[in-house]
């Protein structure tokens, strides 16, 4: 079921994504703040979150992520092991190539992320096990 946040931020999306003096990279460069909280506040509407652990070789790190699936692309936040937060953009090129794009969040980008989310999210790092909570427990 759609809610209103997720039509609004898909709407958002598309506006962004179709701006054509902005490529992605710049919008992750120079629209992360924008991004991060229009995620959370996608996240935080939702019934429950999913957070995911993730691995590839020695890297690993927990993901929240949301699905634009009409315009193929997912937004992402990512907690690393060396406690840096990320914000990802993942899309796919025209000949179905997955691409993404990854950012460090600086510190005061780091501060909009609600507490419980960083706690629920170290969890899922430390554990190497996923969690689902009520969209409501992100905003504590």
């Not at 997912?74 to 937060?85: A, G, H, N, T």
């Not at 000949?95 to 609600?114: M, Q, S, V, W």
Request: include cysteine; charge should be negative.
């Amino acid at each position: 079921m759609l809610t209103c946040e997720h039509i609004c931020f898909t709407h958002y999306l598309h506006r962004i994504f179709k701006t054509p003096e902005m490529n992605y990279e710049e919008l992750v460069q120079n629209h992360a703040s924008e991004m991060i909280e229009k995620l959370l506040t996608e996240l935080m509407s939702n019934d429950s979150v999913e957070i995911h652990f993730d691995y590839e070789d020695n890297d690993q790190w927990s993901v929240v992520s949301m699905h634009v699936y009409e315009e193929d692309k997912e937004v992402s936040l990512r907690l690393r092991s060396d406690d840096s937060f990320q914000l990802c953009l993942g899309y796919y090129d025209d000949e179905d190539e997955f691409h993404e794009i990854n950012r460090t969040l600086t510190d005061e980008e780091k501060k909009a992320i609600p507490k419980g989310l960083q706690k629920a999210m170290t969890k899922v790092l430390v554990d190497e096990q996923g969690l689902r909570l009520p969209g409501n427990f992100l905003s504590k």
